[in-house]
Structures are given as C-alpha cells and as structure tokens.
C-alpha cells in the first residue's frame, strides 16, 4: 500500500518560515510522476500551490511564487514544501499528492496556523 506522510507544519508568526516534508513509498517515488502540495483553507477550494510536473518542471501558483520552493531527494524519497516570508493567507491544512501509473494518492495533511 502506497503511502505519503507529511510533517514540519505548525505555528508561525507572518514573516516565518516552515519546511513541510513528504515522504513517499518508494513504489511511487519517480522522477516521472507527478508530485504535488496543495492547500486546503477552512471555506476554500483546494489548491495546488506547488509541484513537480511528470516531466520534471515545477509549477507554483501565482500567490506563493518567490516565497516557496519545491524539492525533493530521491535518496530518502522525500518531497519538500520550503515556504518563507509566510502570510496569514497562507494558513490551512497542506497535503502532499502523487499522480503515478493512473493512480492519486494523497498523504493526511499537515496543519499551517498563524500566532498573532
């Protein structure tokens, strides 16, 4: 059973950072796959902040472009979630996905929250 685990969110002050973790099965850990963070606020649509296309590109959306970078190592078949100069809007639960061989997967979110 493939699996997708995340970690690294938590409280952050705006103007913080965090570096959220994805550590995907090795069963779908490929260069080749599509590899994805999303954010789900209380109230909004899911959406795709950043990923890895199936061809190797990263995408970012237009409201963390410059302030986020995705990453990953193919040695501990982890994907990565660097996110800096973080904003209030920016709160929510992250969720790591990986589109691979007709299949999503999805790992069980990690929560980003602001202290005032």
């Known amino acids: 059973q493939a699996q997708l685990v995340e970690s690294g969110g938590g409280l952050v002050q705006p103007g913080g950072s965090l570096r959220l973790s994805c550590v995907v099965s090795q069963s779908i850990f490929s260069r080749h796959a599509f590899m994805g963070w999303y954010r789900q606020a209380p109230g909004k649509e899911r959406e795709l902040v950043a990923s890895?296309?199936?061809?190797?590109?990263?995408t970012y959306s237009d409201s963390v472009k410059g302030r986020f970078t995705i990453s990953r190592d193919t040695l501990t078949n982890t994907v990565y979630l660097q996110m800096n100069n973080l904003k209030p809007e920016d709160a929510g639960v992250y969720l790591c996905s990986v589109q691979y061989s007709g299949s999503v997967y999805w790992g069980q979110g990690t929560q980003v929250t602001f202290s005032s």
């Open positions: 890895f296309t199936s061809g190797g590109s990263r």
